[in-house]
């Protein structure tokens, strides 16, 4: 059994597991979760979930999970405003942006009447 005849089932499963070796991975976190994959300070974050009383626990998972969504939410709304400053040939945001982009994108249609 030793001596496999080229194109054979058995060299393939052989194969198989060689070529997974050489295909590159991402690099896995050496500290804590999140480390500084996240903009904002976990921290942070931690402390203003703490501060509502409905929850009683969270992970660091959840703490991570809630950082990035809030930088992805702050990105998508930001990307939002400048479109509308750069409509009105200007590169600074400014209040009325934001409330353009509201107003425009009907997934922040629950942020209407929140800057007022």
Excluded: H, W
């Excluded at 509502?52 to 626990?57: F, I, M, N, W």
């Excluded at 400048?82 to 400014?94: I, P």
């Excluded at 997934?107 to 209407?112: D, I, P, T």
């Amino acid at each position: 059994m030793a001596a496999v005849a080229p194109g054979s089932g058995a060299s393939r499963e052989e194969e198989g597991t060689g070529g997974d070796a050489t295909t590159p991975q991402p690099p896995a976190p050496t500290s804590a979760p999140g480390a500084r994959l996240s903009r904002l300070p976990l921290a942070r974050v931690k402390a203003l979930v703490k501060a509502d009383p409905d929850v009683t626990l969270a992970g660091q998972e959840a703490i991570f999970i809630l950082a990035r969504a809030a930088e992805l939410f702050v990105e998508t709304i930001a990307k939002d405003a400048y479109c509308c400053a750069q409509q009105g040939k200007r590169k600074t945001l400014q209040r009325r942006d934001l409330d353009n982009a509201i107003e425009a994108v009907d997934e922040f249609a629950f942020l209407e009447g929140t800057l007022d």
